[in-house]
């Protein structure tokens, strides 16, 4: 089989080398892929948001099945464009990846079909949001309604924090047109849990649970990023919870998302707050999180193209989902100066003995030569018995890997390892 996967960091690294355990796989393409997935797909220069050539690309190369990761290419509609020629793919259709494309939509949805959500508002006239701030209980959420790269969520502890955020997204566009709608919303607190999720709009099937770590510097300090790192499981969301979430989140979204017309193949992704009232959304994501991908593909012990076919054909019922009893832990080495102001171009080493626990993110390659080319530059994953060893095993492989101006953060998972000890 001849695999295309649209996309190009770290998330899109892990799925490549899950696929590619698949005996059937003989040539898998990844647009545009980077420096680091070159090891492991041929890379071909197209944009993940150039749909017109990505479907050019897999006609005139015969491909057999595609995989869009990214959540602008689905929201775009990548997958309708190739499906409209023949090729069959992993991912929702345009209608569906609404469900991450617009915030108000989700928000919407949830309200509609009493999901348990943080309480909001939408505003598109700034004025109106700024004075609903003089009397809005603080600290207060304030998220722009279209994609923002992970990032289009400010978190404001004071009144004036968020009244600052509101004119960062509507006036000065920070996130450009995707602040042109807002939605702010009741801050809540608790564990945050992300479970990805496979469904084929019939069945959805959970994976394992996973702890991101989204701020920049150690003890959850910092600028908001990508994601610094992740464990999975995560200790917090219990058989109790994980029984709760299905009854409550999972199958109800499942089915208001048929209910609206909007049946949603592919990976539904589901961030979580387990509140001291239940657990409740966060978000939704229309696609495998990243770097929550990076360490729960390694845990997956079913075949991962067969499960991604058995969802694209609607059987995943009949479809084995396994998941090993095992921890993992990733840790995400950055450059210094991320989310915000960083250097590029700096030649990486990462010894070939590790070259299976690493997922490239932001590289390039130069005369046969790795140089960093992004904020995220890789994940370093370790797979073990125990979490605390998981931890200790991917520091392990992070102490093995260089470049100049290498950072990370040094407490991935130490609030898991907590949680476990208690």
Known sequence: MKILVVGGGGREHAIIKKIKENKSVEQVFALPGNGGIAKDATCVAISATDIPAIVNFATQNKIDYAIVAPDDPLVLGAVDALEEKGIPCFGPNANAAIIEGSKVFSKNLMKKYNIPTAEYEVFDNMEKALEYLETAPIPTVVKADGLALGKGVIIAQTRNEA???????????MFGKSGDHIVIEEFLTGPEVSVLSFTDGKTVVPM???MDHKRAGDNDTGLNTGGMGTVAPNPYYTEDIAKQCMETIFIPTMNAMNSEG????GCLYFGLMLTPNGPKV???????????????LPLLESDLLTVMQAVTNGELSKTEVKFSNKNACCVIMASK??????????EMTIPESINNSVYVAGATLKDEKLLTNGGRVLGATAVANTLEQAIDEAYKLVGQISFDN???RKDIGAKALKAVKN
């Open 262 to 265: 909007r049946s949603f193949k």
């Open 406 to 408: 290498a950072y990370y």
């Open 163 to 173: 009244k600052a955020a509101v004119v960062s997204i509507m006036k000065d566009k």
């Open 208 to 210: 394992i649970s996973s």
């Open 282 to 296: 966060i978000e939704y994501n229309c696609r495998f999180g990243d770097p929550e991908t990076q360490v729960v």
């Open 337 to 346: 100066g991320y989310p915000a102001s960083y250097e590029k171009g700096f």
